[in-house]
């Protein structure tokens, strides 16, 4: 593919704080390779895997209008004092799976899945692990080998 690649960066805003910090990893590892991007924001972690659908039958019903090469998923749930923790994780994490192997598409996973805000944190801050640069940098990865088995319909 001779032009850059183009990324939709999903992004669950239950937590703003830490999604404007897992946004911002993504967006400058994005920049750094020279990937073009949109941002679209959901709900919540649930929501993800829905809105990422959304726009692939948008792709196959109207032929094109908002191509992606990938996608970014980004979000965090935190653990609280009910099980709804592990619905949202389990299914969020299950649902973009089934997009990746249903569609073949590309996809970073940034969910993080913690115990509390300074886990969170850890995760999300570009000065310590960044995980949303390390997510956009799998998506990246993920398009190139799309790219190696010469499967790209643009």
């Known amino acids: 593919m001779s032009e850059a ?11 703003d704080d830490i999604a404007d910090e897992l946004a911002k990893g993504a ?34 019903l109207v032929g094109g209008r908002k191509r992606y090469d990938g996608y970014v ?19 969020c994490a299950r649902g973009l799976m089934d997009l990746t192997l249903d569609y073949s598409i590309a996809i970073g996973f940034g969910v993080l899945t913690v115990e509390n805000r300074e886990q969170a944190w850890a995760r999300a801050s570009m000065e310590q692990l960044d995980k949303g640069g390390t997510v956009a940098k799998a998506a990246l990865r993920m398009i190139e ?8 319909p643009r």
């Open 5 to 15: 690649p183009h990324v939709l960066i999903v992004e669950a805003r239950y937590y």
């Open 27 to 60: 967006i400058t590892a994005l920049e750094g390779a020279g990937a073009t991007f949109d941002r679209l924001e959901v709900p919540g972690a649930f929501e993800l895997p829905g809105a990422i659908r959304m726009n692939i039958k948008a792709m196959e």
């Open 73 to 91: 998923a980004l979000g965090c749930v935190i653990r609280g004092e009910t099980s709804h923790y592990d619905y949202v994780c389990g299914e």
């Open 145 to 152: 080998i799309k790219q190696e088995f010469g499967y790209f």
